[in-house]
């Protein structure tokens, strides 16, 4: 048992776009802050349970009528990753599973503003797959190197002209890389 904290390095995947507007995503730098069970076999495997806090999200650029307006996307999530970890070493570990989320809110932060667009994200639980490669650097602190891909879509958007007519929609999924510090508190590993 034990704590865990990560920075993130958090996108957003946009699976179509519209010639009419530009939107991109850029990566943003988030956090994570997680408990953790974990049970070792006295083989190569073991399973982990990390319940906790996970800020999702990009920066976001919209061109519209050669206009660009940037804003920040945070969405803020409680999170379960599943990981099963193989033990290459005593001290090296590969770990792979899914990361079950629930989003509790959804704003975009332009010019010192928060707005809540929360409804706008439906639904509100999201699968991902997560693989890591961790090492432990001292008796109860390992570090990790974590990559999470959505699977599930978190939004999708319908693009208009001026009148109000189709152009164009898009559906969103997000990924991020994690660098993450994991102490023990408890242990029965030697």
């Known amino acids: 048992f034990g704590l ?87 001290k090296l570990s590969l770990s792979v599973g899914p990361e079950f989320a629930y989003l509790l809110s959804a704003k975009v932060h332009y010019d010192g503003n928060n707005t809540d667009i929360s409804d706008g994200y439906d639904p509100k639980f999201e699968i991902s797959g997560m693989a890591a490669i961790n090492y432990t650097i001292l008796p109860k602190v390992d570090i990790a190197l974590r990559y999470s891909h959505g699977f599930t879509t978190i939004s999708e958007m319908e693009f208009t002209n001026e009148m109000g007519e189709p152009t164009g929609e898009a559906k969103e999924k997000s990924q991020y890389l994690q660098l993450m510090v994991r102490a023990r508190i408890f242990s029965s590993r030697q």
Not at 15 to 30: F, K
Not at 31 to 54: D, M, Q, V
Not at 56 to 83: C, D, F, W
Request: proline share 3%; hydrophobic share 45%.
């Open 4 to 90: 865990s904290a990560g920075v993130d390095v958090t996108n957003v995947r946009l699976s179509n776009s519209c010639t009419y507007y530009s939107v991109q995503y850029d990566p943003m730098i988030a956090f994570n802050l997680n408990a953790f069970a974990a049970y070792r076999s006295a083989g190569f495997w073991g399973i982990t349970a990390e319940p906790g806090f996970i800020r999702k999200g990009a920066v976001m650029s919209v061109a519209y009528n050669l206009e660009k307006h940037e804003t920040h996307l945070r969405l803020n999530y409680i999170q379960l990753p599943v990981l099963a970890d193989f033990y290459i070493t005593k």
